[in-house]
């Protein structure tokens, strides 16, 4: 019995697989901009190159722009969606509320989770330090880190300070003293993250107004 030979014919029908490393997938897409995290925040954004990225990710530097097309891209992406989680949780940590102060006072709280729980978000907002790169789409990182602050400027406003306190000072203080903690909280210290929001928040009510103190009559 002759055996069918194996022709072009045969290895044609045969369904071509294309690499493992060259597919795409959200869970290589989140590997990719976790490592990208980490380096900006480690090394700065001109200190890391694709080939440190991609080593970093487990991927092949030809394959990572299958995802990004540039390192400047997989900057916006990273820093969109670190803003993009920030506004989700805060927005949620308010939703209920009406009374101005524990409103901020809420989501103090939900961005220090979100900052010190994770390390995209951690590594993008604190230190500014891209901004001012001369890159072709920095002011779209300027665009995307003032639409989130509008969230805390609309808090601000709600507040019933005294006519002396500077509302936009207010906030520039507040926002670097919550984006500050990553440099000095520890997990292993003496204040949770949740305690570490409230200590802050504690700190801005001492902004708000004192009640006078009625002084009482001297008998005549």
């Not at 949780?89 to 103090?108: D, F």
Request: proline share 7%.
């Amino acid at each position: 019995m002759t055996m069918p030979k194996r022709g072009a014919g045969a290895r044609k029908s045969l369904p071509k697989k294309a690499p493992k490393k060259l597919r795409r997938g959200p869970d290589r897409r989140k590997q990719i901009i976790a490592a990208a995290s980490e380096l900006f925040a480690s090394r700065g954004f001109e200190g890391t190159s694709i080939r440190d990225i991609a080593a970093a990710s487990g991927v092949l530097s030809g394959s990572l722009y299958y995802h990004f097309p540039s390192k400047e891209d997989l900057l916006f992406t990273v820093h969109q969606e670190s803003l993009t989680a920030m506004r989700r949780e805060v927005e949620a940590a308010i939703v209920g509320l009406s009374e101005p102060w524990q409103r901020l006072e809420e989501a103090i709280v939900a961005h220090c989770k979100v900052l010190l729980g994770g390390s995209v978000t951690r590594a993008i907002l604190t230190p500014p330090r891209y901004y001012y790169y001369k890159l072709p789409g920095a002011k779209k990182l300027v665009r995307q880190r003032d639409d989130y602050e509008q969230i805390f400027a609309g808090l601000i406003d709600e507040l019933p300070l005294p006519a002396a306190c500077d509302r936009h000072a207010f906030r520039l203080s507040l926002l670097g003293a919550m984006n500050w903690t990553v440099f000095w909280y520890s997990a292993d210290g003496r204040l949770s993250v949740e305690q570490v929001g409230r200590q802050i928040a504690l700190m801005a009510r001492g902004a708000a107004p004192k009640p006078l103190k009625s002084t009482p009559r001297k008998p005549r």
